[in-house]
């Protein structure tokens, strides 16, 4: 199975911040990875596929980079509706997998 | 608009079973590829099973092979999840989402959620 490491497992940032979130895969995966945000007790919202292709509708701020077996997820302009916890998952292989997720705090 | 609505969740002793359902609406179910993924408490993102758009390709998660089946109904646009030999590490909030396109394995619709609780 390909694991899934997110770092930090959380964060602490103030509105207007740049943040950046970390995968990284156990094995190489191109660049057959997923981002999510999710809220408390609601459902994860699909962000990027592709590691870089932002879904319509997502913010700007948002972008993703990498490949291979390291990604970054980066928010810049952090706003209030942001704070959220991060999760990575690779689409290469089954099983498919997420990372442990990383909560963006203020 | 694309909507999924999950049922079925609820407390179950362990060894027993459960049936969830998500119903799709929005999207023609039949040229898409679904999944469940589940949240235990206070936990992570797990891939549960998934499954391609015309239901004969199903994928499990190691944790789960040989007691969940994932089937669909494509003409009553509903997925299933066949949970036998429930344990206590299976309790969580089980999601449906559904694919990109018709197989990506990456998902941009979800539903709501249901709780299976495992306990005695």
């Known amino acids: 199975d390909i694991q899934m490491t997110q770092s930090p497992s959380s964060l602490s940032a103030s509105v207007g911040d740049r943040v950046t979130i970390t995968c990284r895969a156990s094995?190489?995966?191109?660049?057959?990875l997923a981002w999510y945000q999710q809220k408390p007790e609601k459902a994860p919202k699909f962000l990027i596929s592709?590691?870089?292709t932002l879904q319509s509708g997502v913010p700007s701020r948002f972008s993703g980079s990498g490949s291979g077996t390291n990604f970054t997820l980066t928010i810049t302009n952090l706003q209030p509706e942001d704070f959220a916890t991060y999760y990575c998952?690779?689409?290469?292989?089954?099983?498919?997998?997420f990372g442990g997720g990383t909560k963006v705090e203020i | 608009e694309v909507q999924l609505v999950v049922s079925g969740g609820g407390f179950v002793q362990p060894g027993g079973s459960l049936r969830l359902s998500c119903a799709a609406s929005?999207?023609?179910?039949?040229?898409?590829?679904m999944s469940w993924v589940r949240q235990a408490p206070g936990k992570g993102l797990e891939w549960v099973s998934g499954?391609?758009?015309?239901?004969?390709?199903?994928y499990y998660a190691d944790s789960v092979q040989g007691r969940f089946t994932i089937s669909r109904d494509n003409s009553k646009n509903t997925l299933y999840l066949q949970m036998y030999s429930l344990r206590a590490e299976d309790t969580a909030v089980y999601y449906c989402?559904?694919?990109?396109?018709?197989?990506?394995?990456?998902?941009?619709?979800w539903g709501q959620g249901t709780l299976v609780t495992v306990s005695s």
């Open positions: 998952q690779q689409y290469n292989n089954y099983p498919l997998t």
């Open positions: 989402a559904k694919d990109r396109t018709t197989v990506t394995n990456f998902w941009d619709y």
């Open positions: 094995q190489g995966i191109s660049s057959w």
């Open positions: 592709a590691a870089s």
């Open positions: 929005g999207f023609t179910l039949s040229t898409y590829g």
């Open positions: 499954i391609n758009d015309s239901g004969d390709s199903p």
